[in-house]
């Protein structure tokens, strides 16, 4: 069946690191802009980053420029963030998102936690 399946999220100190991974089935991964959103209690669901089909245009969260970088990987169907210099406020769910003309497809959610 069609889906996202995130992983790699965590606990981690202010200021550390973390990358999620995001890997789709069921699709035609190469053909869906690959997103990454999150959403902490009591908020709207935000944008982080996004990517195009090959890569080639990115855009970013004002909250996160210069601190989380997203990539992919067609042969492997995999969508990364990378997230540095991790703070309190993106604790959240971690959402993978997968958009095209055809389809919009949404992973389960992968928990950050950044706690001292």
């Known amino acids: 069946q069609v889906q996202l399946v995130e992983s790699g999220g965590g606990l981690v100190q202010p200021g550390g690191s973390l990358r999620l991974s995001c890997v789709g089935s069921?699709?035609?991964?190469?053909?869906?802009?690959m997103n990454w959103y999150r959403q902490s209690p009591g908020k709207e669901r935000e944008l982080v980053a996004g990517?195009?089909?090959?890569?080639?245009?990115?855009k970013y969260g004002d909250s996160v420029q210069g601190r989380f970088f997203i990539s992919r990987d067609n042969a492997k169907k995999t969508v990364y963030l990378q997230m540095n210099n991790l703070q309190t406020e993106d604790t959240a769910v971690y959402y993978c998102?997968?958009?095209?003309?055809?389809?919009?497809?949404w992973g389960q959610g992968t928990q950050v936690t950044v706690s001292s």
């Open positions: 998102n997968g958009k095209n003309a055809w389809g919009n497809v």
């Open positions: 069921g699709f035609i991964f190469s053909t869906f802009d």
């Open positions: 990517i195009t089909t090959e890569g080639r245009r990115k």
